[in-house]
């Protein structure tokens, strides 16, 4: 979807109010204290989200100017992008390339295939229209991101299990925080609260995801839908149907 229906964002930087709209994830802490160390400053980690709080999530104008700021459409940075996620699920998780047919195929020369160009793609797009619908979360972005969770459940006869989200969470959260960190338009502060900022944009695209694919599943346990074996060989060698 375009991002022309979205209403014009100034690109600076404002201060962020002091109270929030969504304060259930956003407030502030009480009587912070100053953090001079700025690798401390930046890789603090917030965990304290639930996911019933990241799915009602909102960025305010300060945040999503953040995004704005921190994102971009070029190919070279969406590929490089694209890679480190794979690159970090890959080395983490290795059992995980067995569901990319088409890249495993290609051995340990996977990271120069073409294909693997293609997926480390396709991922990014995710996130990138993401970045571009914060203005439209709960009519467009929710349901999209639903449905690439339901679109998930007929990979379960590949490898694919529930808990695979979480390691493509932490692959989003290591490119991105790795990105931001290294952005000199920054100060420390807003590269701080880019990092978080775009930490609950990861944890919201994967929440969405994981409710889709559930929902999925239940309905297909209900139902007794199984994946016939015709359709398991027509996953595998469909290279639109490329997982995310």
């Known amino acids: 979807m375009s991002s022309s229906n979205n209403p014009p964002t100034e690109m600076v930087i404002t201060t ?15 009587n ?17 989200w639930t996911e019933e709080e990241i799915s009602k999530w909102r960025p305010n104008e300060y945040e999503r100017n953040l995004v704005n700021l921190t994102w971009s459409d070029d190919f070279d940075f969406l ?10 699920i890959f080395d983490h998780n290795p059992q995980a390339k067995l569901l990319f ?8 020369d996977w990271r120069q295939s073409a294909d693997f160009r293609t997926q480390a793609l396709k991922f990014v797009q995710t996130i990138s229209y993401a970045a571009k619908n ?13 449905e690439i969770g339901e679109n998930h459940v007929k990979y379960a006869s590949r490898g694919f299990k529930p808990e695979y989200w979480d390691i493509f969470l932490d692959a989003m959260e290591y490119a991105l925080t790795n990105h931001i960190a290294s952005t000199p338009t920054l100060n420390a502060q807003e590269r701080a609260d880019a990092t978080r ?19 999925k599943e239940i309905q297909n346990n209900k139902e007794g839908v199984k994946t016939s074996v015709s359709e398991t060989s027509s996953i ?6 490329a997982i995310l």
């Open 101 to 108: 047919v088409k890249i495993h195929r290609h051995g340990d």
């Open 197 to 215: 900022v775009w930490r609950q944009l990861a944890h919201y695209i994967i929440v969405h995801m994981k409710y889709g694919y559930l929902a």
């Open 16 to 30: 962020e109010p002091q109270k929030q709209q969504n304060g259930a994830v956003n407030n502030e802490k009480e």
């Open 32 to 48: 912070e204290t100053a953090v001079t160390n700025e690798q401390e400053l930046i890789f603090r980690r917030e965990d304290d």
């Open 236 to 241: 595998k060698h469909s290279q639109s149907d």
């Open 79 to 88: 590929y490089e992008l694209g890679t480190t996620i794979y690159t970090y």
């Open 134 to 146: 914060l203005y439209h979360m709960e009519d467009c972005l929710q349901m999209r991101l639903f």
